[in-house]
């Protein structure tokens, strides 16, 4: 399927690894240009790299999104965007009663106010041109949340806050969507300190084998954990014009982890 994406332009925060860098792949097979912003400076060149093997254009920006120096940066290195996919974010797997004022601020400056400026940057573009799509990354946890990463699951919540609320705002010409991953093999789950570790402590089992563990726990009906790349088809997708109908909803991507109606 042509999903018309040739020659539009995406920024993707949090690009140069997980779910981000699976973003900018598809994106990029689909025809687009790309913007892909991160701190992850080794991650971002290694991903440019791929990408410019396979005939991509990339612009790289290494900043940390939890700024708003970062943010300019990233909005003003390329051509205006027609598509601003806010993905970055960070998790910190802890209890409510260990958890800071200083993680609290991390966490929402992190995973929310960096999409509330790219989305400032992006949007005076995007309406002039009277076309731009915003995918705002959410989370199985923003609706139905565990006992632990209590700022993570409310930050994700707010980021579904937020897609509503900019979607009734720049509609029609401006598109908004959520997409909500739940759990997904990233580094989020299998980097030191992750999920997976975190998990390992508390079963008392290997961390993929804990991680299997909790997955048949929450008895999310696919059965496993997803993949980045099952995730970035759906950014793709509703990035696309063939989504066109799409605007402030929310799409699962979580193997029927969420289970509301």
Not at 54 to 61: H, N, P, Q, S
Request: proline fraction near 5%.
């Amino acid at each position: 399927m042509d999903l018309h994406l040739a020659g539009q332009h995406a920024i993707i925060t949090g690009a140069a690894s997980g779910i981000g860098a699976a973003a900018a792949l598809a994106l990029a097979a689909e025809g687009a240009s790309l913007t892909l912003a991160d701190r992850d400076e080794p991650g971002l060149k290694d991903l440019a790299g791929e990408l410019g093997d396979d005939g991509a254009e990339v612009i790289t920006v290494t900043a940390d999104l939890a700024t708003a120096a970062g943010a300019a940066a990233a909005a003003a290195a390329g051509p205006e965007a027609d598509i601003l996919v806010n993905n970055v974010g960070i998790c910190q797997f802890r209890a409510f009663g260990d958890l800071t004022d200083g993680d609290w601020d991390a966490t929402w400056q992190t995973n929310v106010m960096s999409a509330v400026r790219m989305c400032r940057a992006v949007l005076p573009g995007m309406r002039a041109r009277h076309y731009g799509v915003i995918v705002n990354m959410a989370s199985d946890l923003a609706r139905q949340p565990e006992p632990f990463a209590a700022d993570y699951a409310a930050s994700k919540a707010a980021m579904l806050s937020l897609t509503g609320v900019l979607a009734r705002a720049e509609g029609p010409d401006v598109r908004v969507v959520a997409v909500a991953p739940g759990p997904i093999l990233t580094p989020l789950w299998l980097r030191e300190g992750g999920l997976a570790e975190h998990l390992a402590a508390t079963r008392g089992l290997p961390p993929r084998e804990a991680a299997q563990a909790e997955i048949a726990d929450r008895g999310i009906p696919a059965g496993r954990l997803g993949t980045p790349e099952e995730v970035a088809s759906v950014i793709t997708f509703v990035a696309s014009p063939r989504a066109s109908y799409m605007t402030g909803c929310c799409v699962h991507v979580g193997g029927g982890s969420y289970r509301g109606i």
